[in-house]
């Protein structure tokens, strides 16, 4: 599987932005990259998902490089709900079934 | 709609005992995956089953097995229980096996072996 390389750590303040760094550069062309986070006591949830091209859904964005060996997801108004670990991955379509998580980013929102 | 439903929420087990864990999936979704997370780690996949089958195997011992039933719901079995059998077991649940499907976890059973 494809590595990821996240920040151990992030701080933000709450209604402000967060962008979280991701960096995979050696992912392949059929690698989709996942976005998955999670919370406290909870097991994770996904969040967002591209191949390609930047996308937008009711959680978050996710801006992918032209080269694709990295990308951003991005919180447009950090909530103290958001507060979570993020895990960025990346998955191959065909029979690849299992999500590979790294340690992921630890967000922590200050209100 | 109920969502990824795991039984216990928790268990405490000694060294040498043996465990079930067990996972009912979302309604319609045919694949199930488990998961092992120990405290700091990210989840670490165990099995995943598709149609009562086994689809794929992390690198466990074979005292990890599970099995899927009828109804898609999951069972997963931990013989000769170690100290580093202790984690946080988490279940997902996805509509197919393959491709690219968002998986759906649920809250887990945390294991604590004494």
């Known amino acids: 599987d494809a590595k990821t390389t996240q920040p151990n750590s992030m701080e933000s303040n709450e209604e402000e932005p967060v962008h979280l760094p991701c960096n995979h550069s050696t992912i392949s062309g059929t690698d989709y990259i996942h976005w998955y986070r999670q919370l406290p006591s909870q097991g994770p949830e996904y969040v967002i998902h591209g191949l390609t091209s930047n996308v937008n859904n009711r959680m978050a964005s996710l801006a992918i490089a032209e080269d694709r060996k990295s990308s951003t997801l991005i919180l447009h108004r950090a909530t103290l709900r958001d507060a979570a670990v993020y895990y960025c991955i990346l998955k191959s379509g065909g029979s690849n079934y299992k999500l590979t998580f790294g340690k992921g980013t630890l967000l922590t929102v200050n209100p | 709609d109920a969502g990824v439903t795991q039984s216990p929420t928790h268990l405490i087990k000694t060294r040498g005992q043996q465990v079930t864990l067990r996972c009912s999936p979302i309604s319609g979704h045919k694949s199930v995956s488990w998961y092992q997370q120990v405290l700091g780690q990210g989840p670490q996949f165990i099995f995943q089953y598709y149609e009562k089958e086994e689809r794929g195997r992390g690198n466990f011992p074979d005292r990890f097995s599970a099995r899927q039933f009828p109804n898609y719901s999951s069972e997963l079995n931990v013989n000769a229980l170690l100290l580093g059998d202790s984690a946080l077991y988490l279940c997902?649940?996805?509509?197919?096996?393959?491709?690219?499907?968002?998986?759906?976890f649920g809250p887990g059973t945390r294991l604590t072996v004494l």
């Open positions: 997902a649940s996805s509509l197919t096996s393959g491709g690219n499907p968002l998986q759906f």
